[in-house]
């Protein structure tokens, strides 16, 4: 299983975090080409090599032209953004991983300044710094394709910033929000470790946060920071691989569900899709009757412990739920890994599963198989056939 850890030991930004994907294997031309497609004029991207406290990696700068300073420091809302992001053709899965963290900014925005998400106009979200910052996350996540995001208890730093709401504490009351349930530590420097941006990247895509990193490390890549502190202003990462058995059978997992019987079912589909990017290892729905003979939907999500804060937001935001019921659960799995078969069509990603060391499950990942029907305007059953055919003879090896 890959794994992408976030080692925070002096914060985050959406530029360290670029800067440290492109020092851990992010082709950067792949990157720039991508962020192109959102047909955002007026700046460029600086990649540059750097050192902080003699640690060498790659810092990220985003450089507005000239002409396009004063265009950009108007207040835009997240309607706005979503126009942008939607009229890119950047890959769908990369649209909404980038809309479901400006919609986080806003949402913590919102709360901050007691006004919907509708409502809120700044300046932060809008700078063009911030959309490539934030839709570069997303891209650099799809090119590295981790199994699992993991990240280290996150420093915040202390101190206080200035914005454009005036002089506020470290931790921004922004960053706070969007922290929530996450492990934090701060006053380590009297500098702002941690933006809004950053903290919105790992709220959205970490799945676990752990200082206990029991994993083979593959590679290591630093993130180059702006300030020259006390410790060095670096973002670190690493991918590693760890096996799966470590991963699935020795952590605490739980079912939380509830009830729901006033909810239009065509919005069950989104939902679902939300839970499962979100983490969740399974989601499922059951129907079942309720008092007074009304028929209903048991909705039932099984998932880390440590996700289960996202899971909740989730479930009362998306649904009609006024409540939900939350039990432990023991979960057995069998250790996975992914391979590929050459087929006629091309390589095709397929999913191993072991037992004791020895592997029993073949199969094909669906959306592999959809995509080749896709491209290949061919039957899906054509697609299952060969692959079925690759896998007798891998099992016969």
């Not at 996975?336 to 078969?341: P, T």
């Amino acid at each position: 299983m890959k794994i992408l850890y976030y080692d925070c030991f002096s914060g985050i930004s959406g530029d360290m975090n670029l800067g440290a994907m492109i020092d851990l294997g992010v082709d950067k031309n792949y990157l720039i080409a991508e962020l192109s497609r959102l047909k955002l004029k007026g700046y460029n991207i600086r990649v540059t090599r750097d050192k902080r406290k003699s640690i060498e990696g790659t810092k990220v700068d985003v450089i507005l032209e000239r002409e396009h300073k004063k265009k950009h420091r108007r207040q835009v809302n997240l309607k706005d953004i979503e126009d942008v992001i939607n009229a890119s053709n950047l890959k769908e899965k990369v649209k909404t991983k980038s809309l479901d963290m400006f919609f986080r900014m806003a949402e913590a925005e919102g709360k901050v300044h007691g006004k919907s998400i509708n409502e809120i106009h700044f300046h932060e979200i809008g700078a063009v710094d911030s959309i490539v910052d934030i839709v570069g996350a997303a891209i650099c996540i799809d090119y590295l394709k981790p199994d699992r995001i993991m990240s280290s208890t996150v420093e915040l730093g202390g101190g206080f910033v200035k914005c454009e709401h005036g002089t506020l504490p470290v931790p921004a009351p922004a960053t706070v929000e969007i922290i929530k349930g996450i492990p934090v530590k701060s006053g380590l420097v009297p500098f702002e470790t941690t933006t809004p941006t950053g903290a919105v990247i790992l709220a959205s895509n970490v799945d676990e946060f752990s200082d206990n990193t029991e994993f083979q490390i593959q590679k290591t890549g630093y993130g180059i920071g702006n300030q020259d502190l006390e410790i060095p202003n670096v973002l670190r990462v690493y991918l590693g691989e760890r096996p799966e058995k470590n991963l699935k059978n020795n952590q605490s997992y739980c079912i939380i569900e509830c009830n729901l019987d006033d909810m239009n079912p065509e919005i069950y589909d989104f939902v679902m899709d939300r839970l499962v990017e979100q983490g969740a290892d399974d989601v499922f729905i059951t129907p079942i009757i309720m008092k007074k003979t009304r028929p209903a939907a048991k909705l039932s999500v099984l998932c880390n412990e440590n996700i289960k804060e996202k899971i909740f937001g989730i479930l009362f935001n998306e649904t009609t739920t006024l409540g939900l019921r939350k039990y432990p659960v023991e979960k057995k799995a069998l250790q996975r890994k992914f391979s590929e078969v050459n087929t006629r069509y091309g390589k095709i990603k397929i999913k191993l599963a072991y037992y004791n060391g020895k592997m029993i499950k073949a199969k094909p990942e669906y959306a592999e198989c959809q995509r080749i029907a896709h491209e290949n305007k061919i039957f899906i059953k054509d697609v299952y056939e060969e692959i079925t055919l690759k896998l007798k003879d891998l099992k016969n090896k």
